[in-house]
T-cell receptor, first 114, second 114 residues
Framework: SAVISQKPSRDICQRGTSLTIQCQVD?????MFWYRQQPGQSLTLIAT?????????ESGFVIDKFPISRPNLTFSTLTVSNMSPEDSSIYLC???????????FGSGTRLTVV | DAKTTQPTSMDCAEGRAANLPCNHS???????VYWYRQIHSQGPQYIIH???NNETNEMASLIITEDRKSSTLILPHATLRDTAVYYC???????????????FGTGTRLTIIP
């Protein structure tokens, strides 16, 4: 399976600022997914990132708040914009390996907004 | 999307088999059942998946009922390191290109007791 490196692993940010989270994969992958996990909750899909096209966002998530880049088949970024304390969560990157047969997750970015 | 229902929590004695049930009564014929687990503060880890037949790997066994409306994940000899939240997920096909996403439910918090 793929090895995913997510940076930063954690951060404490001031409200009103933005944070960009990086997801680097050690092999080329078709699909990359970004999830949010609020404290004590399950994972919620934010968006699906395709290389060379705009990300597809789930209901309740918008590009202005969570812009995503996917410049190549091994890298993606998620930006959390104009942060508020409600954005305090773990953000996880995931990739599919073989047409959705296997999904691998990064270790996540623990974000605290103060 | 097919929804899954799992018990909120379960306990299992160390060394015994842990049997985690999942109901997915609205599953369609081409949807797979996936199991993931999330150990505290880590990204979800793939365990096993199946379509119709029972499956076994080095981590666990997956038993799917003949009508496919429910399944059971079996950890044959539970250890303390198996304490985690276990997610039963039905895979949704998003597009004709086979780009599929995972939708997480609330999961079962399994505690292995010494």
């Amino acid at each position: 399976s793929a090895v995913i490196s997510q940076k930063p692993s954690r951060d404490i940010c001031q409200r009103g600022t933005s944070l960009t989270i990086q997801c680097q994969v050690d092999s080329q992958v078709t699909m990359m997914f970004w999830y949010r996990q609020q404290p004590g909750q399950s994972l919620t899909l934010i968006a699906t990132a395709n290389q060379g096209s705009e990300a597809t966002y789930e209901s309740g998530f918008v590009i202005d708040k969570f812009p995503i880049s996917r410049p190549n088949l091994t890298f993606s970024t998620l930006t959390v914009s104009n942060m508020s304390p409600e954005d305090s969560s773990i953000y996880l990157c995931s990739v599919d390996m073989v047409q959705g047969i296997s999904y691998t997750f990064g270790s996540g970015t623990r974000l605290t907004v103060v | 999307d097919a929804k899954t229902t799992q018990p909120t929590s379960m306990d299992c004695a160390e060394g015994r088999a842990a049997n985690l049930p999942c109901n997915h009564s609205t599953i369609s014929g081409n949807e797979y059942v996936y199991w993931y687990r999330q150990i505290h503060s880590q990204g979800p880890q793939y365990i096993i998946h199946g379509l119709k037949n029972n499956e076994t790997n080095e981590m666990a066994s997956l038993i799917i009922t003949e009508d496919r409306k429910s399944s059971t994940l079996i950890l044959p000899h539970a250890t303390l390191r198996d304490t985690a939240v276990y997610y039963c997920i039905v895979r949704v096909e998003v597009s004709n290109f086979g780009n599929e996403k995972l939708t997480f439910g609330t999961g079962t918090r399994l505690t292995i007791i010494p």
